[in-house]
């Protein structure tokens, strides 16, 4: 938004929310939700599941074709921002690539996503890479002063502190725990208690569910647990990697090589499939397995 | 925050570095005549006629014969990305045709445009109905046939390939194809029995630091000439990042300061040394706890895992204090995490994996 800002003035502040509608080659019809301004257009294609491809290939042959009507103050290119790239399809980043280069003249595309690994190599070529990294946890506890400052409100700096380590280097995660403790206590006192979003103490007592008791009952309660998650849209990788998480703090280091190496399989399993559960569930049954295989064993050698 | 959206007109060196194309500054803007500015030098720089495309002698000599007359096979490019497999025959074209008759006897579709089985039938059996002269409007002789470029051809079914093979068949007497695609295994075998084949290298760094050096002299760049071979090597082969990151490395420093190795790694993601032996350290370590810390340190510091693997392949490979066997326990996890990578598996779960395995085998292997 700055460097757009940077690029058209305040024109681009100017923005409208805009409903598109596309038909795909089967006659099916898509919407899909824009901001845009006169000059840019952001839209997060993966939106709209499989079907991306079409709305990539209209999306941007549609901006392009149009020229900037206003080319005597401005840039004469406009501004498509993808979103979460890393999660558009092979076929819709496929799409992608030459249209990039043909219609640089007129459309510029920026691109905005978490991790390269899943952007083809083509489109890698093409693009000027930007690592953003993190902030790091004084610049967050800096930021929280600033944010509280014009909200009119006093934060501690220990407090600030304390929220900038739990946030993991999310600064929006971050903001969102600073309101959580506002809502929770005002004014601040810098020992209040930083609460982790419901969601992960939910997780986390799934974790030591599965630790406490391994079997087929118990799986099943794991698994309308892990259910609930999913249909709370918490995405399936963030519930493997935390459960992994919790599930390693709570074992043996012999197993952890063992645990570890599952939990990358059954993820990667998930990608590839269609039904998250199912994996999650896989995972959970093949750490009950081993966890029990360990146990069994310790026991048989006391005796 | 607010400091940074309202100071629009001083261009800060953050600016820059995220945006090559802002850093024109708003007095450029006034001066329409500066347009030519915002061609990327990608674009600028793409080879106009076939004899500028470097390092890919054998498809030269041969569009070299057919551009003097004689007769053009169905062509198939490929090849890795950036090696100039759309110049070379975009140029080729140019050349046959010239200006004026390429709209009516090229057909250039790529994976951005609709290539269902329909199309392919449709869409080229209508461009390909029609029979070709073989004068140019202006009087000079041009070759009796049309062509049809499916660019980017791997991302086609094989439904609408097997439509093309049949196409193809059909109208050998009008119209020649040319399918460019990065893996020729992508391609059913029908189609590429019947095309002459051509393996596009990736570009040499002789022949690389040319032409770099080339626009650099073009641009008015300075650059040193260790940053030049960093260029090179972390470009592995695709002249068209190298470009990218000489321009994007020119704009991030001033005028008059040359291009260095750091901005080079700067702008490219490349993991320092320094980040590498942290690693290798927390390997040896034989904690969890600490593994994790490291993994969540790369991922927040935004370090792609495939950087961070083909960077630690490497050193694996050279690494002289484990064994032979050793090497290939975690070679054969790296194959395997590469893999899982690309077909989207979540980064810090490979990360840890991978890393896990390393572990096993400094600590524990042998
Ligand atoms: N052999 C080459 N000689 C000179 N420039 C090249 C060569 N290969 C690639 N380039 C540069 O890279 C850019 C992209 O090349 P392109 O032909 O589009 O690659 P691709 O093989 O991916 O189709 C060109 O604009 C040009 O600047
Ligand atoms: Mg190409």
Redesign the pocket.
């Known amino acids: 938004m700055c460097v757009l800002r940077e690029l058209y003035g305040a024109g681009v502040e100017k923005l409208r929310i805009e409903h598109n509608s596309f038909t795909t080659p089967s006659n099916k019809k898509l919407e899909i939700v824009t901001i845009s301004s006169n000059y840019h257009i952001e839209v997060n294609p993966s939106d709209v599941g499989i079907h991306d491809r079409v709305v990539v290939q209209e999306m941007i042959k549609n901006v392009a074709q149009v020229n900037q009507l206003d080319t005597s103050s401005q840039k004469d290119f406009k501004v498509v921002v993808l979103t979460e790239v890393d999660r558009l399809s092979r076929d819709a980043q496929h799409a992608l690539r030459r249209t990039m ?1 043909k219609y640089m003249a007129t459309c510029r595309l920026i691109l905005v996503c978490n991790s390269t690994s899943k952007v083809i190599p ?1 489109i890698r070529s093409r693009c000027l890479g930007i690592r953003v990294a993190a902030p790091s946890q004084e610049e967050i506890a800096q930021i929280l002063h600033n944010v509280c400052k014009k909200e009119g409100l006093n934060l501690p700096s220990e407090l600030a502190k304390r929220i900038a380590e739990k946030s993991q280097g999310n600064l929006r995660r971050a903001i969102l725990m600073c309101e959580a403790c506002r809502v929770q206590q005002y004014p601040f006192s810098a020992d209040q208690q930083v609460s982790d979003p419901d969601w992960e103490l939910f997780l986390r007592e799934t974790a030591t569910m599965i630790v406490q008791e391994q079997s087929p009952r118990r799986l099943l309660e794991v698994r309308g647990r892990l259910y609930e998650l999913l249909t709370h849209c918490i995405p399936p990788d963030v519930v493997m990697r935390g459960l992994l998480q919790e599930l390693l703090s709570n074992c043996d280091g012999v197993l952890k090589p063992e645990v570890v190496q599952s939990a990358a399989h059954f993820e990667h399993r998930l990608q590839c499939g269609q039904k998250a559960i199912y994996h999650l569930e896989a995972f959970v049954a093949r750490f009950m397995a081993i966890y029990k295989r360990f146990l069994e064993e310790g026991i048989a050698d006391l005796f | 925050m607010e400091a940074f959206l309202k100071g629009s007109t001083a261009s800060s060196q953050t600016k820059k570095a995220s945006a090559p194309l802002a850093s024109t500054s708003k007095k450029d803007n006034k001066d329409v005549q500066q347009s030519p500015k915002h061609i990327p030098w ?2 600028k ?3 106009r006629t076939v004899e ?5 002698d054998e498809v030269v000599a041969v569009l070299r014969k057919i551009l003097t007359g004689s007769d053009l096979p169905n062509l198939l490019f490929y ?1 890795p ?8 025959i975009l140029a080729a074209a140019r050349s046959l045709f010239g200006h004026d008759l390429y709209r009516s006897r090229v057909l250039e579709l790529n994976a951005s445009d609709e290539r269902g089985i329909n199309v392919i039938r449709e869409k080229v059996k209508s461009f390909a109905q029609f029979t070709a002269s073989n004068t140019r409007p202006d009087g000079k002789p041009c070759p009796p046939y049309k062509i049809v470029i499916l660019d980017e051809a791997d991302s086609m079914t094989s439904a609408a390939q097997a439509a093309l093979r049949r196409t193809m068949e059909k109208e050998t007497k009008t119209t020649r194809f040319c399918l ?1 695609c990065n893996y020729v295994s992508r391609i059913i075998e029908p189609i590429t029995s019947r095309c002459a084949k051509f393996r ?1 290298k990736p ?1 040499a760094e002789t022949v690389m630091s040319e ?1 770099l050096k080339h626009i650099c002299k073009e641009e008015k760049v300075q650059i040193v000439e260790s940053a030049l071979e960093t260029l090179m090597h972390v470009s592995d082969g695709d ?2 990042r190298a ?1 990218m990151y000489l321009q994007s490395a020119s704009r991030l420093c001033g005028q008059d300061e040359p291009v260095t190795e750091n901005i080079i790694m700067d702008i490219t993601g490349v993991m320092p040394d320094e980040m590498l032996d942290l690693v290798l350290k927390t390997c040896h370590s034989d904690s969890y706890e600490k593994l994790d810390l490291v993994v969540k340190q790369i991922i927040r510091e935004g370090y792609a895992a495939s950087q961070v693997l083909s960077q630690l392949h490497d050193r694996v490979v050279n690494m002289e204090d484990i064994t032979d066997r050793q090497k290939s326990a975690i070679c054969e996890k790296m194959g395997e995490v590469d893999k899982c990578l690309t077909d989207g598996a979540d980064e810090y779960l490979q990360m840890i994996a991978l890393f896990s395995v390393i572990m096993q085998q400094l600590c524990h292997g042998e």
């Open positions: 280069e083509a | 990608v674009e720089y793409r080879p500028d495309v470097a390092h890919q090849g990305p950036g090696t100039g497999k759309t110049s070379t460019i596009f570009l032409r002249m068209r470009v």
